[in-house]
């Protein structure tokens, strides 16, 4: 039923089971003097930047006995602490961060500034070259640590989260704008197409959920559902941050401006910033609801999803015109804006978050970085058959054996040819003679050609013989008989006769008189050569024939190589796209978990120093002497650990602080900001940039360069934690500062007050609890008192008997004491309209120039703001003669 206002205006229903919930957070950083002590491990990170060098520490305090300026409290016990991080010392045997929980900054900054002075007196007593560059650039490192140093300590790590949510309830439709109007004379009749279409986005109807408590799933929703299009909102906004962007179990975070401890009230500056943020998202979601839905009464047919439906509309008056209006139905939207919970924050910065998932990402592009055209580098002159050092067979072999091929072996020297024939008798006249030719293998020429020649002559003195070489000089004249030779044909007394002939060498020879003749010509070949010696006494380089075999056998190799490589690369290939599709067909929920577990861990090494590892090397070796499985890490599997005493003792070391971490932080609200790629080492850039996944967020976290991390702490370990902290993340050796504990005191206080959290699932029947806080201000003047007190209010109106009251806020300050006058007490009765009675007042409280407030929390928690949205919907308003000029 519809509910009227105090004008009596019916008010439409608003439809709280229908309530959608986006949660949210506004983070404070709080503004606070630095501490006089604390802050161990900021001052050990500052000595190690030091680089201290071997007897430096106490050369610097030798420096500053003998200065005239204040050595500023430079003890000896702090020099002697100093001298145990020179660069002799091991980095296990150091002091831990807690050294230096009581050791005062300007303590610490007066030995950088002398070790600075001291660094640069020796880098000016040395000429230049490279030992002076070296000392100069350790004189720019205690600079820059000892500014640092004054950066570091001067910002406070605790801040405050509020813990919120948006409730965004359905409110009933109001008329929207005009969509169409059509206008009939009396008794005009005419057909009206309604068209309905929605032009969708996917950026905003694609709605993935990364909660990590549900299952993860992709679906595509109504335009109209405004709390998925203020999530896709968030999410459209987190992509376009190009300072950081936010990670963590909170989708909708937003910063307020740095400011001491205070109310967080719907007054506060928080609470303001909060409600500027969330309108700001709320109103986009529902212009881009608004865009992305349209109505139109026309008869023009488009291509798309759509909706048509046709009627009738006749005029019945035979006299008076008519007027048909249509209006679209915008659904309404109640959004509020609650904050239900105060935690304190821990800040912290962590290099590389996404270290351990670039590892994959890694591989992949060493695999891909194989892949390529084959090239054979092997050259020519390496296939020998000479056996290498090293080696015991030739090394073409090797180079087969290595590509797997089969090659031939070098080509043996041919035999010389040569020949011995007999020659015709001549009588009468010169005649020539040419025997077969010499077959000069291929690849081959002649080197040396020698003849020997045997004949007789003609009988009679008169008739002797002669014998003539064709093409040499070469005459034997008027001889009777004998043996000649031998003459070497190529030698220069012969012209070099047929010297480096190939293929086929014909000698022809010229006679007469002769009787009984043979002729023998032998020859020495040599392989041809391709790149001659410049000295002709020594062989060639190369031949043909070498040249040929080498050529034959690196063709061999290449094959086979080629073959081996499309191998190896259809393998490699294989492997990236078994490790692409391992890397991006991950559910959302998973890719969520891994990246949570990668902060926790950075965390972790943070926190507890460098000399913390998750499994110590010790044990590491007593589970390799036990046969462990440390690859697939199935080590504890059996009915026995196989661990001693002294092994399991190390597994332990950390097990009180590991255990100690998880309880007092709140893994599911730590807000992650995570920044770009250039706040890691230049080297990485490069690769960290090219970075690449399908899902937003996971390549956000691939390429942070770094992350700052806001720890939650959970409630009831405020204390703890700050003591932890501020005591070098080891222990607690001494008490922290006392405005850091009252900080954290005064966030669980207010907790304690404002939030009393979700009812238990079966509460006693006097359990008092409402879903909405209901609040009234009082002017009284009271005092202290362990009596009930009635309290007069401008409305008693909502408030419950047993219910729990806070009173006065938590700005202000009993002058008399300096402690916050805010109190929570129990409501005993409600004598009426403008009264309550509280069983007692633990603070004096003035309403006579301010009021102060008395509220009732409610378990949804405070709410900070409230304001309407509209989206569209389906629903179209008719009405005939509608008075358009009244802007309805």
Do not use: C
Request: charged share 25%; glycine share 6%; net charge negative.
């Amino acid at each position: 039923m519809n509910e009227s206002d105090a004008t009596g205006v019916t008010v439409p229903p608003v439809f709280t089971g229908s309530a959608r919930e986006v949660p949210k957070a506004t983070l404070v950083q709080l503004r606070l003097p630095a501490p006089p002590a604390g802050q161990a491990l900021i001052k050990s990170a500052y000595v190690r930047q030091l680089g201290l060098r071997p007897d430096e520490a106490h050369a610097v305090r030798d420096h500053l006995r003998h200065a005239d300026e204040v050595s500023g409290d430079v003890s000896d016990e702090l020099v002697e602490l100093l001298a145990q991080f020179e660069q002799r010392t091991q980095p296990s045997l150091m002091p831990p961060p807690s050294a230096f929980v009581d050791i005062p900054v300007p303590a610490l900054k007066a030995f950088g500034d002398a070790l600075i002075e001291l660094r640069q007196r020796q880098a000016g007593q040395l000429a230049d070259g490279p030992t002076r560059g070296l000392a100069e650039q350790d004189v720019r490192g205690a600079v820059v640590a000892v500014r640092g140093l004054l950066a570091n300590t001067q910002a406070t790590p605790l801040g405050m989260l509020n813990l919120e949510r948006l409730e965004m309830v359905p409110a009933g439709l109001e008329r929207g704008e005009l969509i169409a109007t059509i206008p009939l004379a009396p008794l005009e009749e005419t057909a009206v197409s309604h068209k309905e279409w929605s032009v969708r986005s996917k950026e905003f109807t694609s709605i993935v959920t990364d909660s990590l408590e549900t299952v993860s799933e992709t679906g595509v929703t109504d335009n109209t559902e405004l709390s998925q299009s203020t999530s896709s909102q968030a999410q459209h906004s987190n992509q376009f941050n190009v300072t950081a962007t936010v990670a963590g179990g909170i989708p909708v975070i937003n910063g307020s401006a740095q400011s001491g401890f205070s109310s967080q009230d719907s007054k506060s500056q928080s609470a303001t910033d909060s409600t500027k943020h969330a309108t700001s998202l709320t109103k986009k979601a529902s212009s881009r609801a608004k865009q992305e839905h349209k109505v139109t009464i026309s008869t023009t047919t488009v291509t798309g999803s759509e909706e048509t439906s046709t009627r009738v509309l006749k005029n019945p008056s035979q006299v008076a015109a008519m007027r048909v209006d249509y209006f679209s139905l915008m659904r309404k939207w109640r959004v509020r804006l609650y904050r239900y919970g105060l935690r304190l924050t821990y800040d912290l910065v962590i290099p590389e978050p996404g270290a351990g998932l670039r590892r994959m990402h890694k591989e992949l592009a060493d695999l891909k970085n194989q892949l390529g055209p084959f090239q054979f580098g092997l050259p020519h002159a390496e296939i020998t058959d000479a056996v290498l050092p090293g080696e015991t067979q030739p090394h073409y072999r090797v180079l087969a054996e290595r590509y797997g091929a089969v090659v031939p072996d070098p080509p043996l020297v041919p035999s010389a040819p040569q020949f011995s024939v007999g020659a015709p008798s001549q009588d009468e006249g010169w005649h020539i003679f040419t025997p077969d030719p010499l077959e000069v293998p291929e690849g081959y020429r002649i080197k040396t050609l020698t003849m020997w020649f045997a004949t007789t002559s003609k009988t009679g003195d008169e008739n002797k013989f002669s014998f003539k070489v064709l093409g040499t000089p070469l005459y034997v004249k008027d001889q009777t008989q004998g043996e000649f030779g031998p003459f070497e044909l190529t030698s220069t007394a012969y012209n070099k006769f047929m010297l480096h002939a190939t293929g086929k060498v014909y000698i022809s020879f010229e006679m007469i008189n002769n009787r009984n003749t043979t002729i023998r010509v032998a020859s020495e070949i040599e392989p041809i050569p391709t790149q001659p010696d410049p000295d002709p006494t020594k062989p060639a380089h190369s031949d043909r024939i070498r040249d040929k075999w080498q050529s034959d056998v690196w063709n061999l190799l290449r094959d086979a190589a080629q073959t081996q490589y499309y191998e190896r690369q259809q393998d490699i290939a294989t492997k990236a796209a078994a490790l692409q599709e391992q890397i991006e067909q991950v559910d959302t929920l998973t890719l969520r978990r891994e990246e949570s577990e990668e902060i926790m861990k950075g965390v972790l090494r943070f926190l507890l120093g460098p000399d913390f590892a998750f499994m110590p090397p010790e044990v590491v070796d007593a589970f390799v002497k036990a046969r462990v499985d440390l690859e697939h890490g199935i080590g504890f599997d059996e009915n026995g650990l196989g661990l001693d005493a002294t092994a399991w003792a190390t597994v332990r070391e950390h097990e009180d602080v590991v255990r100690f971490i998880n309880q007092a932080i709140e893994w599911e609200n730590v807000v992650t900001f995570l920044y770009s790629y250039f706040w890691d080492v230049p080297q990485s850039w490069n690769f960290i940039r090219r970075l690449r996944h399908p899902d937003a967020n996971r390549q956000a976290f691939l390429r942070s360069g770094s992350a700052r991390v806001v720890l939650t702490v959970r409630k009831g370990w405020e204390e703890d934690w700050v003591r932890f902290a501020e005591g070098g993340f080891k222990s607690q050796p001494t008490t922290p500062n006392s405005q850091y504990l009252t900080i954290a005191r005064e966030i669980a206080a207010y907790d304690d007050r404002n939030y009393p959290g979700i009812p238990p699932a079966n509460p006693a029947r006097t359990a008092v609890r409402l879903e909405e806080a209901v609040y009234a201000t009082s002017k009284d003047v009271l005092g202290k008192t362990a009596n009930p007190v009635t309290i007069r209010v401008d409305s008693s109106k909502d408030f419950l008997v047993g219910a729990q009251v806070v009173i006065d806020s938590a700005d202000k300050t009993d002058p008399a004491d300096g402690r916050v006058v805010q109190e929570s007490q129990i409501i005993t009765a409600i004598p009426d309209a403008t009264r309550i009675t509280v069983a007692r007042l633990d603070r004096a409280h003035d309403g006579s120039v301010t009021p102060f407030a008395v509220l009732q929390p409610g378990t949804k928690g405070a709410l900070i703001a409230e304001w309407n949205e509209y989206t569209p919907s389906s629903g179209t308003d008719i009405e005939i003669g509608s008075d358009l000029g009244s802007g309805v």
